[in-house]
């Protein structure tokens, strides 16, 4: 089966501009995660989605960050304004389930990710 | 709060070295435990997963992992490295039905 997508892999942008990251996952796959990975830490979930509603966004800096899952399958990360903090790896994952409601099968397929470098 | 700690950030290994890589978390209920690799250039890939049952857990490229309850750990091991297994290698647990906590990661290399 075809993996998570995402694009771009590569953004440089200036502080204070705008950015959008696109993610496509697995086809079937009801949970949606965007992970921001700064550099020497682990991913850090911002949010998660099933379907087109949101489980998990306590992590998101909603004055900055947002996020949506139109028709529960393609989502959009956004950033406005950038700031020089937010230059990080933007990895999107998928799974069937939430967690691992879905028992020993379920597992989180990762996307490429997309770098993020603000100037 | 959920955390995980790995107290190793950078580990270097000659070939057919024996490794352990250490994992400890923090949270009071029943967890589900992972480690992933992340090799240079690729994505994030599940290396091995513990659910439940016996906590010795094989999983690919001959890499094991050992879930002791009492010590809240999960270290990582593999009995002989190759060059192949540089990379860095990430722990993390959720909690049923939200995402999952990392650790910092550890970067392995392994020189030939």
């Known amino acids: 089966e075809a993996g998570v997508a995402q694009s771009p892999r590569y953004k440089i942008i200036e502080k204070r501009q705008s950015v959008a990251f696109w993610c496509n996952p697995i086809?079937?796959?009801?949970?949606l995660y965007w992970y921001q990975q700064i550099l020497g830490q682990g991913p850090k979930l911002l949010i998660q989605?099933?379907?087109?509603?949101?489980?998990?966004d306590s992590q998101l800096p909603k004055d900055r960050f947002s996020a949506e899952r139109l028709k529960g399958v393609d989502s959009t990360l956004k950033i406005q304004p950038a700031k020089l903090e937010d230059s990080a790896v933007y990895l999107c994952?998928?799974?069937?389930?939430?967690?691992?409601?879905?028992?020993?099968?379920?597992?989180?397929?990762f996307g490429p990710g997309t770098r993020l470098t603000v100037l | 709060a959920q955390s995980v700690s790995q107290h190793n950030h950078h580990v270097i290994l000659s070939e057919a070295a024996s490794l352990e890589l250490g994992c400890n978390y923090s949270?009071?209920?029943?967890?589900?435990l992972f480690w992933y690799v992340q090799y240079p250039g690729q994505h994030l890939q599940l290396l091995l997963k513990?659910?439940?049952?016996?906590?010795l857990v094989k999983g690919i490229k001959g890499f094991e992992a050992e879930f002791i309850k009492s010590k809240f750990s999960f270290n990582l091991r593999k009995p002989s490295v190759q060059w192949s297994d540089t990379a860095e290698y990430f722990c993390?647990?959720?909690?049923?039905?939200?995402?999952?906590?990392f650790g910092s990661g550890t970067r392995l290399q392994v020189q030939p």
């Open positions: 993390a647990f959720d909690t049923g039905r939200r995402a999952l906590t």
């Open positions: 086809s079937g796959h009801a949970t």
């Open positions: 949270y009071g209920g029943t967890v589900n």
């Open positions: 989605f099933q379907n087109n509603g949101v489980v998990d």
């Open positions: 994952a998928s799974s069937r389930h939430p967690g691992t409601s879905g028992g020993v099968r379920n597992e989180q397929f």
């Open positions: 513990y659910f439940s049952g016996d906590p």
